[in-house]
């Protein structure tokens, strides 16, 4: 009798959970023999290296962006603030190496773009000094190698080039380079240039349709020759083809709350990473097969705290840390791959 009871009590919780479940989860239990925990579950892809950087008292200024050299296992972050130094470079293991400051005014973005013979890092400049509305190129030792854009005018211009509050960029192995130009500017574009900085293509209007932005914030690409632009204004991901420019797509629906300020995939090309600024939320988003687009679709997240405000992210092609520059922190901050998910990967 008392094994009668124990069954009954059994069946009776169990019905009480199915239930309760494709009340409150909306789950179809009853049609498909299908059980889970929790009403949405997700992934755990990254954990946060609390550990990194070994002496975080170099953060002195509001932390904008950050840029990882995987090949020299460098990590570069720029900051603002007055009398401070604008650029710092870490370890990826978190240890301080050196810091400068010349010629940079006001960062927003930058890209760690080393060859075998060469270590450097790209910066856009959205000051109003003698050195705004540029992108420059520097060595690892703060020197300058290469300005694009007229320094200190901002503008509309294409020959010479002008930019407006450039935004991100990002630079292939080719050497060719990906802008988005602006952050709040006169510009709205997506500029193509070769490695002799001659332009290749170009998007470059305000409106919501088709190829147009408003804020254009960050762009990446994958490994299949697309580019991913973070259409922010727009609460959007527009992607394009790399070779002719031509669109290819949109995301939407993943940013009814808020658009996208950053963009970057993870090394195995699986999950485009998008930071949502003012959520104080990383994304985790399946990356789409070649030919097609489709919707977006999150596998994971990550929930900051409120007013830690994710500016930019970068990734390491070698470890697969995530590296996110934070502005309501004033810190950059590690996150580093479950090796169950990356199992190639280190931290």
């Known amino acids: 009798m008392a094994r009668f009871w124990f069954c009954a009590a059994?069946?009776?919780?169990?019905?009480?959970?199915?239930?309760?479940?494709?009340?409150?989860?909306?789950?179809?239990?009853?049609?498909?023999?299908?059980?889970?925990?929790?009403?949405?579950?997700?992934?755990?892809?990254?954990?946060?290296?609390?550990?990194?950087?070994?002496h975080s008292e170099y953060f002195t200024g509001t932390t904008f962006c950050?840029?990882?050299?995987?090949?020299?296992?460098?990590?570069?972050?720029?900051?603002?603030?007055?009398?401070?130094?604008?650029?710092?470079?870490?370890?990826?293991?978190?240890?301080?190496?050196?810091?400068?400051?010349?010629?940079?005014?006001?960062?927003?973005?930058?890209?760690?773009?080393?060859?075998?013979?060469?270590?450097?890092?790209?910066?856009?400049?959205?000051?109003?000094g003698f050195y705004g509305h540029t992108i420059k190129k520097y060595n690892s030792f703060g020197d300058l190698v290469q300005v694009l854009g007229t320094p200190g005018k901002k503008g509309t211009g294409l020959n010479p080039l002008q930019f407006d509050n450039p935004a991100e960029l990002y630079v292939e192995d080719t050497g060719d380079i990906y802008i988005v130009d602006g952050d709040g500017g006169l510009n709205n574009r997506l500029?193509?240039?070769?490695?002799?900085?001659?332009?290749?293509?170009?998007h470059g209007?305000?409106?919501?349709?088709?190829?147009?932005?408003?804020?254009?914030?960050?762009?990446?690409?994958?490994?299949?020759?697309?580019?991913?632009?973070?259409?922010?204004?727009?609460?959007?991901?527009?992607?394009?083809?790399?070779?002719?420019?031509?669109?290819?797509?949109?995301?939407?629906?993943?940013?009814?709350?808020?658009?996208?300020?950053?963009?970057?995939?993870?090394p195995d090309g699986n999950y485009l990473i998008v930071a949502q600024l003012n959520l104080s939320r990383l994304l985790f988003v399946a990356a789409p097969p070649v030919g097609s687009i489709g919707n977006c679709t999150v596998i994971s997240s990550i929930q900051l705290a409120d007013q830690v405000l994710p500016h930019l992210l970068d990734v390491s092609g070698t470890t697969g840390a995530i590296y996110v520059a934070e502005i309501g922190a004033k810190q950059v901050q590690k996150y580093v791959p479950l090796n169950s998910y990356f199992p190639s990967s280190h931290s």
Not at 11 to 17: E, I, K, N, R, T
Not at 38 to 49: A, H, K, N, Q, V
Not at 106 to 116: I, N, R, V, Y
């Open 10 to 54: 059994g069946a009776g919780f169990f019905l009480v959970y199915l239930v309760l479940h494709s009340r409150f989860c909306g789950s179809p239990v009853f049609r498909e023999f299908v059980f889970q925990i929790s009403c949405r579950t997700e992934e755990i892809l990254y954990r946060l290296d609390v550990s990194w950087p070994k």
């Open 66 to 128: 950050v840029a990882v050299d995987s090949l020299n296992g460098l990590v570069y972050i720029a900051q603002r603030g007055d009398n401070i130094q604008k650029v710092l470079v870490f370890t990826e293991d978190g240890y301080f190496l050196r810091s400068w400051n010349y010629t940079v005014d006001t960062p927003h973005g930058m890209f760690a773009a080393s060859t075998l013979h060469e270590q450097s890092v790209w910066i856009t400049d959205v000051g109003s």
């Open 191 to 202: 500029i193509k240039l070769s490695q002799d900085f001659v332009m290749l293509w170009l």
């Open 205 to 266: 209007e305000n409106g919501t349709g088709p190829a147009k932005f408003n804020i254009p914030h960050s762009v990446t690409l994958d490994s299949v020759g697309r580019v991913w632009v973070a259409d922010r204004g727009n609460k959007r991901i527009q992607v394009f083809d790399k070779d002719s420019g031509e669109w290819l797509g949109a995301w939407n629906n993943c940013f009814t709350e808020e658009g996208p300020s950053s963009v970057r995939f993870t």
